[in-house]
């Protein structure tokens, strides 16, 4: 029985997740447009220009899932998703220790328990995780060439 590696298991996942994660940041931009209001809660008040961050942070979530799928601007993408989240982790983390509610969203008043707070900060880890596997060269697919 062959072995099969982690990389070489995970690989087979790498473009159909690429596709995934390329809609819900083009979704969740969007959603920066559709309630601005929800994302502004969660802004931390002593950063200046707070609605203007909103508003750029779901052009760059549009943008950059938009440069996820093709192929010339995919690495850049996924360094630039990696950028992004790093720069709105402390908007989670004001969510987690101010007990922010998330009204004005589509489905209504959003008031996470604080469990679901605080595990938005490692979900964040995850999704930089996520992100940074598309700045490294996808392995091939099927069986190798003969040499």
Known sequence: MQRVSVSEALGRYK????YAMAVLYVLAG?????A???YLRIVPPA?????AAV????IAEIALGAGLLHPRTRRAAAWGLVGLLIAVFPANVYMAT?????PGTPIGTVDPSGAVRWARLPAQIVLIGWAW???RP?????PETPR
């Open 30 to 34: 969007a959603m920066h447009f559709l």
């Open 55 to 58: 508003y750029l942070s779901g």
């Open 36 to 38: 601005p209001g929800a």
């Open 98 to 102: 101010s007990g922010v509610a998330v």
């Open 138 to 142: 996808s392995p091939p697919v099927g």
């Open 15 to 18: 473009r159909p997740l690429r």
């Open 133 to 135: 596997w598309y700045t």
């Open 47 to 51: 950063l200046p220009g707070r609605l």
